[in-house]
């Protein structure tokens, strides 16, 4: 059985750089095909890809936040990080991380997600 | 970019057919991907490439992709059903979601 979890800040300054973690279980990142990718949701908002990360280390962006975002993975603990510097309040979402099988594929298995608010 | 088009609202009377659209530029060469989301709650995958459910989704859902549109058609709706529908697809090394369709059963 996949699953994965989000965990991290709930609550960032402006300015500062979010860090939040994915581990998940039931899969490895070592296998082929396999990538995890991040999307978040603003409140009462539409789904926004961020990033993704493949099991060969390839790693893809939204060019829209590609300056801002660094995404990694540490294969032994199961883990994927995503960074995203100079954080805004126009950031606050729900941040999800999602497992997927193969390129091209769909995000088949996704994380509880995880609330971020950007506040001084 | 590439772009997806979903209407912001369908309604569908309790057992009948609903379809909710994704409109993008020759949609129909790509593999299509369907989420639902319920309030509160992770999306969940639907429909993938296009036509393929996962396993534990209803047959009642069911999804076409062609031309310009794709298509996710939920047969017999449910209370159950309603929630928030988006598309997705992969288009120059960029995952591209709808801007979602909220679904309401009458």
């Known amino acids: 059985q996949i699953t994965l979890k989000e965990s991290g800040p709930t609550l960032v300054k402006p300015t500062q750089t979010l860090t939040l973690t994915c581990t998940f279980s039931?899969?490895?990142?070592?296998?082929?095909?396999?990538?995890v990718g991040w999307i978040r949701q603003p409140p009462g908002k539409a789904l926004e890809w961020l990033a993704l990360?493949?099991?060969?280390?390839?790693?893809r962006y939204s060019p829209s936040l590609k300056s801002r975002l660094t995404i990694t993975k540490d294969t032994s603990k199961n883990q994927v990080v995503l960074t995203m510097t100079n954080m805004d309040p126009v950031d606050t979402a729900t941040y999800y991380c999602?497992?997927?099988?193969?390129?091209?594929?769909?995000?088949?298995?996704w994380g509880q997600g995880t609330m971020v608010t950007v506040s001084s | 970019s590439y772009e997806l088009t979903q209407p912001l609202s369908v309604s569908v009377a309790l057992g009948q057919t609903a379809r909710i659209t994704c409109g993008g530029n020759?949609?129909?060469?790509?593999?299509v991907h369907w989420y639902q989301q319920k309030p509160g709650q992770a999306p969940v995958l639907v429909i993938y490439?296009?036509?393929n459910r996962p396993s534990g989704i209803p047959e009642r859902f069911s999804g076409s992709n062609s031309g310009n549109t794709a298509t996710l058609t939920i047969s017999r709706a449910q209370a159950g059903d309603e929630a928030d529908y988006y598309c997705?697809?992969?288009?120059?090394?960029?995952?591209?979601f709808g801007g979602g369709t909220k679904l309401t059963v009458l």
């Open positions: 490439r296009d036509s």
């Open positions: 999602a497992h997927r099988k193969d390129y091209f594929g769909a995000f088949d298995i």
């Open positions: 997705q697809v992969w288009d120059s090394s960029t995952e591209v």
């Open positions: 039931g899969f490895s990142l070592s296998t082929s095909g396999v990538g």
């Open positions: 990360i493949y099991w060969n280390d390839d790693k």
């Open positions: 020759n949609i129909g060469s790509k593999n």
